[in-house]
């Protein structure tokens, strides 16, 4: 019976908690379908918000500036942060507690210190050598640097979780290195993969404290559009850009532990 309770309480205590987190991000949503230009009282159904979202230049310029800045940035942190968690693997027998700290380090450090601190050596760097002036330049770097430490994690734990005799039964069925990588570490991997670029790209795409340093005037991304614009108050608007990042994010984080426990199995 104490049993029976228990477990009722703590569904209940779950769903409480679900409802709580997610309860803000409904009244968003519903909210962008609002037919007058109200953030209190929903007066009807309708699209125009999102209508004008499609002639805003301004917000499409930002659209474009996080997909490309997402898009980039996971793919060049998913090639560095592979190669990474490849070698913590192979010397993973080896006293590398100081390496394993440097990766942990970028994920652990609030984003406002990690944002100024790359603000601070762009600036200096380019006052020196006239390189790195602010801009989507500087922005995919300081996000390549963030999103490094999550792929590089997720591929040692995929390696770590196999059977270290497959890669020398590989060696003996005489397999070149290339041969090793291209038809069992690959294949091997892909979940793995597939699994970090999503959620690098989910985590890029939802950035604004590092992009807000990092940024130049001609890059603002969809954050930084959305916090200008509250300036000015809450509108529909912004709660249409909100819904549409809120499904994007929503869509690459299901995608990404859809193939994280496909890896698994």
Do not use: C
Not at 53 to 64: D, H, R, T, V, Y
Not at 189 to 217: M, Q, R
Not at 218 to 241: D, F, H, Q, R
């Amino acid at each position: 019976m104490r049993k029976r309770t228990l477990q009722r309480g703590l569904t209940t205590f779950w769903w409480a908690t679900i409802f709580f987190l997610y309860l803000p991000l409904v009244v968003v949503m519903l909210f962008s379908f609002n037919a007058s230009n109200s953030a209190a009282n929903f007066t009807g159904f309708s699209l125009r918000w999102y209508t004008r979202l499609l002639g805003n230049e301004q917000i499409i310029s930002a659209f474009w500036n996080s997909l490309v800045l997402a898009s980039v940035s996971s793919v060049v942190a998913l090639a560095i942060g592979s190669l990474i968690g490849y070698g913590m693997y192979r010397h993973r027998h080896r006293k590398l507690g100081w390496l394993i700290v440097l990766i942990y380090l970028p994920i652990v450090l609030p984003d406002i210190v990690f944002g100024i601190s790359e603000m601070a050596f762009f600036v200096s760097i380019h006052r020196y050598t006239g390189l790195f002036q602010p801009g989507l330049g500087t922005m995919i770097i300081a996000h390549v640097t963030f999103q490094i430490p999550f792929v590089a994690l997720i591929v040692y734990s995929r390696l770590v979780g196999l059977d270290a005799t497959l890669f020398e039964a590989a060696k003996d069925l005489y397999a070149t290195p290339f041969k090793r990588a291209v038809h069992f570490l690959m294949p091997t991997l892909k979940p793995a993969l597939i699994s970090a670029f999503f959620l690098s790209f989910t985590l890029s795409i939802d950035d604004f404290v590092i992009s807000f340093f990092t940024a130049g005037p001609e890059s603002a991304t969809l954050p930084i559009y959305i916090w200008g614009a509250i300036k000015k108050g809450v509108s529909p608007e912004i709660n249409a850009i909100a819904t549409l990042m809120i499904g994007a994010v929503a869509i690459a984080a299901v995608l990404s532990l859809m193939f994280n426990r496909q890896g698994r199995h």
